[in-house]
Each structure stands twice: as C-alpha cells, then as structure tokens.
C-alpha cells in the first residue's frame, strides 16, 4: 500500500570526516549495512507517493562511496528517474567521481564552492550563511562561487544557532545584497538559480518524509539525527526497514512537538526569524519578476526551483512558500 510520504532519506553512514561549528548532528562510528539499504529501496521506495525522490544522507554520505554507488544502481533499476539528492561538504567528490558520472536525476549539493565541483551536472552550491558574517562578505563568496562556476544556490542562513538582533540585521542586509547581484547577474545575461525549494516541512533545515537510520530503524523526520533531539526519537519512530508494510503513520506536529522539546527557546526563536529572512529574501526575488526555473539536473523536472530569469508579462506567479527550507 502506498504511502502519503513523497522523500525516502537514507542515511548511509553517520559519520563525518568535519565538525563544522553550527552542525547539530550526533555523530558515530557506524554505517549503513548494504541490506538494510537494498531492503529500504525494494520495500520502501514502492511505497512512496508520486512524486518521490530519494536524498543520500549522513554524515557525510561520500565517505562511503560504494553504497552511493549501490543506492544510484538500485535507484536507476527499480524506479528509474527518480530524482536523488546527495549532498556533501565536497572533499570525496574526486574519489567518486567515477560512480557518480552519467547518473541521470543526480543532484549534488556541494558545501566547499571548489570549482572541481562545479563542473558536475547540475550541481548545487549549498551556500551557507553563518551568524555574524558581514553582508559585504556574504555578497562576495556569492560571487566567487559564481566565478568559480556554481550558476545554482541554495542559501542557507545557519539553522539551530542563536542569531542575535544584530547578527539578523547583518542577515537581512546579507539577503538585500544578494537580491541585488542575483537581479544584477540576470540583466547581464548570467542568470544564476536560486535553489530553495517548496518543500516547506514541518521544521526548520530538516524533511518529512522516510528517513532509514544506519541500523534500519525508520524515523518520520531527519530531525531525529540531531544530538538535541535523540532523548525524544521514540516520537518519530515509524518501526523497521524489514517490515516496510507494518510502519507507523506519524503526523508532522509530532515532528515540531521534538523540535520544540529538544532545543532551547532562544534558539528556536532565533532558527525561525533567520528561516523568516529567508522567506522574505524569496518573496522579494518573486517580487522582481523571478520565476520558476527551466533548468533541471539530468532527467529531472524543476518545478521547485527559482531562477533570476524575468517572468513574461502576463505569466501567473506561483506563490512563495511561507518556509523555505533546506537541508544541506
Ligand atoms: S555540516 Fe556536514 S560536513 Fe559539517 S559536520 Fe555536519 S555533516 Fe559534517
């Protein structure tokens, strides 16, 4: 029986080779056995609502290469064209280039703007913005990324991080900035893509949908991969990848509920008015006449996506989305 889940998360290892400062991930030492992985993808990606699409996660998910490998193959075997997300900080991308080459619905999300990077099909600049940068900083990487080729953005304000008001003054001013080189890039004729994607959820920087954990347990939100959140995961258990027909049917208000419970006020106060600018920074690009974009990866289609290319006159707007969210 279908499922109303529409994204199957695969959580191939739980280690990370970094320990980037604003991470709220729980480490450990453990990886993904290949027969949990074939199992999630005969027995869950069936059940996935139309239309699904498959996200390779960690830790960093390019530390084992041969279950991208594995998971790409089955992928392109048993529902071929659907659309897989792998995102990475970017430094095993020259070892797996070879398993990665001429995947059709491959979309990389690459941390480290490396111009080596940027030269995979539609790759996507994960394009963080940590607190207390200031805007003339952030209007500047943007560029250099753009220099060393990145044509496609997924901003990023750090989520989980306690921005004070003066830091989400510089954001908004960050965001102002940014708006004015991406309409600037499009008038010259080198429209770059500003990658946010209506997927709102039901928290912040993590999805919905059926996230696989290394050891097969099967969780309702990414969410459940936070050191915060571990205390209250039974809340997001949906049960075992060997049993994909006895899973639970969880609602995402149990989702915001360990959002809610597992970080601190301030902080989540914080997380929501930068996920506010945000939205405001998207609603402004609408605003000036960005639409949704032509260009996808590979065989898949864009419908989530922005680009800086002007609307033709009379074209009807779609809405922005009231949360633009992103994992990385
Ligand atoms: S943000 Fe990514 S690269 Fe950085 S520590 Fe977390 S998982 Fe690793």
């Known amino acids: 029986m279908r499922r109303s889940e529409r994204l199957l998360v695969l959580v191939l290892t739980r280690r990370c080779d970094r320990r980037c400062g604003f991470c ?23 059940r996935l609502a139309a239309p699904a699409r498959v996200k390779l996660f960690g830790g960093e998910p390019l530390l084992r290469p041969d279950l991208v490998a594995r998971a790409l193959d089955l992928v392109a075997a048993r529902a071929p064209g659907t659309p897989v997300e792998l995102p990475t900080h970017g430094g095993g991308l020259a070892a797996a280039a070879a398993a990665l080459a001429g995947r059709d619905g491959l ?9 080596r ?8 600049h994960n394009f963080l913005i940590p607190p207390g940068e200031a805007p003339e900083r952030t209007a500047r990487r943007l560029l250099d990324a753009r220099r060393a080729g990145f044509t496609r953005f997924n901003v990023l ?9 003066p830091q989400l003054g510089r954001l908004d001013e960050a965001f102002a900035r940014l708006a004015g080189i991406v309409a600037r890039l499009a008038a010259a004729g080198r429209p770059v893509e500003i990658v946010n994607l209506e997927r709102a959820g039901s928290t912040p920087l993590y999805n919905d949908g059926l996230v696989v954990d290394v050891d097969g347990e099967v969780y309702s939100s990414n969410l459940v991969l936070t050191a915060a959140a571990a205390p209250r995961r039974g809340l997001l258990r949906l049960g075992r ?8 049917a969880r609602p995402p208000s149990d989702a915001a509920r360990v959002l809610e419970e597992s970080f601190p006020p301030e902080v989540l106060a914080a997380t929501r008015a930068a996920d506010a600018a945000l939205t405001r920074f998207c609603r402004g690009l609408e605003g000036a006449g960005v639409r ?11 419908a989530g996506l922005r680009s800086a290319r002007p609307a033709p006159r009379g074209r009807r707007r779609r809405p922005c989305p009231t949360a633009r969210r992103r994992s990385r």
Do not use: H, I, K, N
């Open 24 to 46: 709220p991930q729980a480490f450990e030492e453990s990886d993904m056995a290949e027969s949990v992985l074939d199992a999630a993808l005969e027995g869950l990606l069936p």
């Open 157 to 165: 304000p750090a989520y989980f991080a306690a921005w004070t008001p």
């Open 292 to 302: 949704p974009g032509t260009r996808g990866c590979g065989a898949r289609p864009s």
């Open 117 to 124: 990077a940027a030269r995979l099909a539609g790759v996507v």
């Open 107 to 115: 979309e990389v999300f690459v941390s480290r703007p490396d111009p």
């Open 241 to 248: 990848v060997q049993e994909p027909g006895r899973l639970a």
